[in-house]
């Protein structure tokens, strides 16, 4: 089972933002064990949680989910990128 752009950014950003499964979980409105289940990329979270995440990391969805829609060749973003110019700004 391959782990999903989203997958791997949602574990990104927990760690960025210094939360626990449990703590991002109680956040989103749901368990660590989902959290878990998302991170690991057994399942894809819904959108709903997608979007609570993009706030509290303040990240666009489209770098949340590794794609850039404003250019034609659909380059795929590297969120861990967006971070090291945010500390650098």
Same mark, same amino acid.
């Given at each position: 089972m391959a782990i999903s752009i989203v997958n791997r950014n949602m574990?990104?950003?927990?760690k960025k933002l210094g939360l626990k499964q449990g703590e991002l979980g109680a956040l989103?409105?749901?368990?660590?064990?989902?959290? =878990?289940? $998302?991170?690991?990329?057994r399942y894809e979270p819904k959108t709903d949680y997608?979007?609570?995440?993009?706030r509290?990391?303040?990240?666009?969805?489209d770098e949340l989910t590794g794609i850039d829609f404003?250019? =034609?060749? $659909?380059?795929?973003l590297?969120?861990?990128?967006?971070?090291?110019t945010q500390?650098?700004?």
């Open positions: 574990r990104f950003v927990r989103l409105g749901i368990d660590c064990q989902m959290v =878990s289940v $998302y991170e690991t990329g997608i979007v609570t995440l993009c509290l990391a303040r990240v666009t969805m404003e250019r =034609s060749n $659909y380059r795929y590297d969120i861990k990128r967006t971070y090291q500390q650098r700004g």
